[in-house]
């Protein structure tokens, strides 16, 4: 029988170290629109958390990064994965976000 | 969500709509009206003489959007095919962004469900404006979708 090879070898764990029964990584997909993109500079991120976050977690943290980004809190609604959502959302691993200025299509 | 009639058409497309083709798809022979909605570029924005627009959208979102849209028309009226299509990209005046088509038996219905297509889709529909000016660009002012205030307590997320 084959023995399993660790897939990344630079890894600084080794394959057999212990590894404690962490909490599972939470990556989530983020998309920005509109004016929001062109503040952010990307349209689309993932960014992974050790906790399960929350949608406003989640703005506030790249309110952090990109201070511009506050101003428009009010004036931004959410959807997750493709459903407008509210800010006390909790977040699972695989999501995918998007925050959403006013829409003006027609 | 509502199971669509297989012959309603939803696109989110960039080149020049064909409102001919869909209106001859969507007017059937059982049928005794047709209303159209045909959105199109205006040559000027708060009296600002407006070059072009250019459209995007969170297109995945905003299909499953327009399909909610044509669900909840079937559900409401009584109709028969349902046709929304919007165009992305850059659009130059006078060129249709949006073509809605409502067919039905009688034609109050026709009327209604289009009136309530098009004001919900600018309302709940993911895609943004922006407009170009001789002296620059805006986004122009859009409304904010309603969305859920507060997620319902004690249920886990799915």
């Given at each position: 029988m084959l023995k399993p090879v660790?897939?990344?070898?630079?890894?600084?764990?080794?394959?057999n170290s212990p590894v404690p029964p962490v909490s599972q990584t939470i990556r989530v997909t983020v998309l920005f629109f509109g004016r929001l993109k062109e503040l952010t500079g990307h349209p689309e991120h993932s960014i992974e958390f050790t906790d399960a976050p929350t949608i406003e977690h989640l703005f506030a943290l790249y309110a952090a990064r990109h201070?511009?980004?506050?101003?428009y809190r009010s004036s931004v609604v959410a959807s997750r994965n493709q459903e407008f959502a509210a800010w006390d959302t909790p977040l699972r691993s695989g999501d995918e976000v998007a925050f959403l200025p006013p829409v003006s299509g027609g | 969500m509502a199971k669509l009639p297989h012959d309603d058409i939803y696109q989110l497309v960039?080149?020049?709509?064909?409102m001919a083709a869909l209106a001859r798809h969507v007017?059937?022979?059982?049928?005794?009206a047709m209303v159209i909605f045909d959105g199109f570029v205006r040559n000027q924005s708060h009296n600002r003489p407006t070059l072009y627009l250019d459209y995007e959208a969170y297109e995945s979102m905003a299909l499953a959007k327009m399909r909610e849209i044509g669900a909840q028309l079937h559900e409401k009226y009584r109709i028969h095919r349902v046709s929304v299509v919007h165009r992305l990209g850059r659009l130059e005046i006078g060129e249709t962004s949006v073509f809605i088509a409502v067919s039905a038996p009688h034609r109050a219905a026709a009327f209604d469900a289009c009136r309530f297509a098009i004001d919900t889709l600018k309302r709940t529909v993911p895609i943004w404006k922006k407009e170009y000016f001789e002296d620059g660009a805006v986004w122009a002012d859009g409304e904010l979708p309603p969305a859920p205030a507060a997620t319902p307590r004690a249920k886990p997320a799915s």
């Open positions: 660790p897939l990344a070898p630079s890894s600084s764990a080794g394959y201070p511009e980004l506050a101003k | 960039r080149e020049p709509i064909d007017r059937a022979p059982d049928d005794g």
